[in-house]
């Protein structure tokens, strides 16, 4: 009836398997299908000893990759290698929770969301690559060509015994928005680290996107980079700007700790 199709790959239900890989795979013009890639059940790559567990949702140059159910390649078992998850497409967003846990003697994964759009990562989701026992954390790394709005949960803790915290990076030559919780904190190692790389970016209280405006891809991104203070000084985590033009600021920082981070 010439309808647009609603998703050309789509998961409700549950799919494990441990150790192996899982990959969806859509691309189609945007004009036809308003949503390529979309999964809304459960994908399970558990890691094994031998075998790190991987998932992969591929849109293609104009798909619609979204994440609204759980995918999960943390260790099943001690010493596991570890595990990663990957995303992209245009527009690539995070609606729910990721992991890449690690285990005693299993450092975290890894999870990459990579869009030539929009990557985005809204309020109530979770990415969550923390170490356990004494392994360390392992790495977020979200970019975008064009914009990326980063809300919700970020950790990337070490394990409670030893290991350090992991390292989580926000990039984009485009727009930014980080309001996101982040952890990767170690209790037993080295805090790791939160880089944000912009092509330009501002320290200011106004202007950073609002929680309830970044539930959703936008048709029309916005090109600024601007962060919070209180966003920086909230973050459980060494942070580092690292913007390829300016960096502006706009607010004042203060930092309160004995021991700063930022």
């Known amino acids: 009836d010439g309808a647009p199709l609603t998703s050309a790959v789509s998961n409700t239900g549950t799919i494990r398997n441990a150790g192996g890989q899982v990959v969806l795979t ?11 890639v979309n999964n809304e059940g459960i994908i399970e790559a ?3 000893v031998n075998a790190g567990g991987e998932v992969k949702l591929i849109g293609g140059d104009e798909g619609i990759v979204q994440n609204k159910g759980t995918l999960d ?24 929770t990721i992991l890449a846990k690690g285990a005693a003697g299993a450092d975290g994964g890894a999870v990459s969301l990579r869009s030539t759009g929009q990557t985005l990562v809204t309020p109530d989701a979770a990415i969550d690559v923390s170490g356990a026992g004494g392994s360390s954390g392992g ?41 996101a919780q982040v952890d990767t904190l170690a209790p037993a ?3 790791g680290m939160l880089l944000l790389d912009p092509k330009d970016v501002t320290i200011a209280d106004a202007g950073a996107a609002a929680l309830d405006a970044v539930d959703q891809f936008s048709d029309d991104p916005s090109g600024d980079a601007i962060i919070s203070p209180a966003t920086l000084l909230a973050a459980l985590s060494a942070v580092t700007i690292q913007a390829n033009n300016d960096i502006k600021v706009n607010s004042p920082i203060s930092v309160t700790t004995v021991d700063p981070v930022i």
Do not use: Q, Y
Not at 29 to 36: F, I, T
Not at 82 to 89: I, R, W
């Open 46 to 48: 558990k890691s094994l």
């Open 189 to 191: 190692g080295e805090t």
């Open 26 to 36: 859509g691309d189609a013009a945007d004009e036809v299908v308003k949503s390529v």
């Open 73 to 96: 390649v943390s260790a099943a078992e001690a010493g596991a290698t570890p595990g990663a998850v990957s995303l992209t497409g245009e527009k690539v967003g995070n609606f729910d």
């Open 139 to 179: 790495t977020i790394d979200l970019w975008s060509d064009a914009n990326a709005t980063v809300a919700g949960t970020l950790a990337a803790r070490g394990g409670e015994r030893g290991g350090d915290g992991g390292s989580i990076e926000v990039s984009s030559p485009g727009g930014m928005s980080l309001t």
